[in-house]
Each structure stands twice: as structure tokens, then as C-alpha cells.
């Protein structure tokens, strides 16, 4: 969606109510919600979404050492906590079948493997992970789900992610940058960069760890950031994958906005701010 401000999406009041959370950011100047525990009622998004014969995806990539260190513990983590109650197909991106652990997904859940080629992702994990992403969203993702999130490997579900989080585009604010001054954040300010954000501007930092929306949402994100990686392989540049995404959604503003509990970083203590941690990021080599 382009333009900076849009109406408050239709029943949004039924279920969310910003005033709960005075200590933090609950809606954006665009007027999109941004997601805390106590700004949502679950009761009111049971009865809002149950007889909707919702599916959701969520695609993680796996590849190299962090298949046998974390992809287990995500999926187990991932079947219990991710969207509990609705359906849901966990699309896993890797290089060898053989890899996926043994696991039986729980009723409503089921697995898909994608293979990617062997040894392509080395030299931009990003890259591979969501060309390859593009390509199965046009080919059957589109058709499968209702909404998706992409999502790395280094993460553990610890609470429920649920419906409150699902939305035309989906953003993840930055954990360690939604704390401090923006001004400083790494956004790319080179003016040859398709990525750049002129000095002064952006309105979040946003993780690149987790993306969602409708599939067609998450695919215009795609082709975006493929887009603007060609413009600056053409300009001589190397832009990061998190700078893209932050010039896509400076341009294209998130409908809905998870706050850093939905992907806290296992290395910072939580602040008083952050009151129910759903995800927690590993760091790589922790397990």
C-alpha cells in the first residue's frame, strides 16, 4: 500500500485498544496498529476469526550447520505456539529432505518441504532465501494459504502467535532499535542505493528476521527487494537485505506492526516494556 497514512482497517476497535498500553508505541502515525500483550482481546479475535476456515504459512529457511542446531527446536516450538486452534502449513526451505527432524505436526498442521539447490546460499543467504521464497508463492503458495510469514531458523516460539498479528503487510519492529534514537539506526543513506532513506527520514527499524502479509503482499516485498539488488549490483553497491526491506516499508507502510515481543533478542533482558517475550531469537552457535 503506498502513501503515508490509510483509515483504520474495518472492526479494528472489536479486538484492539491502544489506550491499554500507555508506556509504549500502540498505533502508528498511519494509523496501523502495533501489537503488545494487553492491547488485544483474544476472546474478541476467536469470534472474529474462527468461522473464517483460516489457513496461515509460515516459511522458514534452514540451511548448512543450522539444520541440525535449531530447525528441531523451531518446528516443536512452532507447532505448539504458532497460530494454535487454526491451520497452518510450515513450508521448510532446505537443501536435503533427509534433513527434516521426525517430528508429527499437530491436528490442523502440516509440513512441506522445499528443497533449495545445495551450496547456493553461501554467499547471500538472503537472497536465496527469498528468490526462492518468490518463486513457491507464485507457483502454489498463493493458492495453499490465506496469509504468511517468513521467518530464519534462530527462533523459538515461547508464547502464542496468534491472529492478532495476521494483516495485509506485516512488520517486525527492531528489538534493539525500537529502544533507542532512530536517527542513528542502519538504514542505507547512500543516495545510489535503491535502499536509501535520505538522512532525517524513516519512521521504525525493522527486523528483517520476520516479514508476513497476504502472499501476494509478501511477494510485491519480494520483487521490491529483487529490484532494488540488481539496481545496486548495477551501481557497484551491496545493500543489505534489512536495508531494502526498511526502504519497502518506508514507501509501502505495514498495515499491522509486531512489537519486539514477537522476536526478542536472547542476548538483551527484557525491559519492563516488553511483558510476554513470544519469540526469542538465539544467536547463532548459542545451542
Known amino acids: 500500500m ?29 494509523r496501523a496498529p502495533v501489537i503488545w500483550e494487553g492491547t488485544f482481546n483474544r476472546q474478541a479475535l476467536w469470534s472474529r476469526y474462527r468461522d473464517r476456515n483460516l489457513t496461515v504459512g509460515l516459511a522458514v529457511f534452514a540451511v548448512g550447520r543450522t539444520v541440525d542446531q535449531y530447525l528441531e527446536l523451531f518446528l516443536r516450538s512452532a507447532n505448539k505456539h504458532f497460530m494454535a486452534g487454526y491451520r497452518v502449513v510450515f513450508y521448510v526451505m532446505m537443501e536435503d529432505l533427509y534433513g527434516m527432524p521426525d517430528l508429527q505436526p499437530n491436528p490442523l498442521r502440516t509440513f512441506q518441504v522445499l528443497t533449495i539447490e545445495e551450496d547456493s546460499w553461501w554467499h547471500n543467504r538472503d537472497l536465496v532465501r527469498m528468490t526462492s521464497l518468490g518463486e513457491h508463492i507464485i507457483s502454489h503458495i498463493r493458492d495453499e494459504v490465506d496469509f504468511l510469514f517468513s521467518t530464519t531458523v534462530e527462533q523459538v516460539f515461547q508464547g502464542d502467535f496468534g491472529v492478532e498479528t495476521l494483516g495485509t503487510s506485516v512488520a517486525q519492529l527492531h528489538a534493539w532499535w525500537y529502544f533507542r534514537d532512530t536517527e542513528n539506526a542502519p538504514y542505507e543513506r547512500r543516495p545510489r542505493s535503491a535502499a536509501c532513506i535520505p538522512l532525517g527520514q524513516g519512521d521504525f527499524f525493522y527486523d528483517g528476521e520476520l516479514v508476513g502479509g497476504t502472499p501476494l503482499q509478501v ?24 536495508s531494502h526491506l526498511n526502504k519497502y516499508f518506508f514507501l509501502h507502510k505495514p498495515t499491522r506492526l509486531l512489537s519486539p515481543e514477537y522476536s526478542w533478542d536472547a542476548s538483551f533482558l527484557p525491559p519492563q516494556q516488553v511483558r510476554s517475550v513470544k519469540v526469542l531469537r538465539l544467536t547463532r552457535g548459542a545451542l
Do not use: C, M
Open 2 to 30: 503506498n502513501g503515508n497514512y490509510q483509515v483504520e482497517e474495518p472492526g479494528l476497535s472489536d479486538w484492539f485498544n491502544p489506550r491499554k498500553r500507555p508506556d509504549v508505541i500502540a498505533t502508528t502515525d498511519w
Open 219 to 242: 511477494l510485491d516485498l519480494i520483487e521490491h527487494y529483487l529490484k532494488g539488488v540488481a539496481h545496486d549490483t548495477r551501481n557497484g553497491l551491496n545493500s543489505t537485505y534489512e
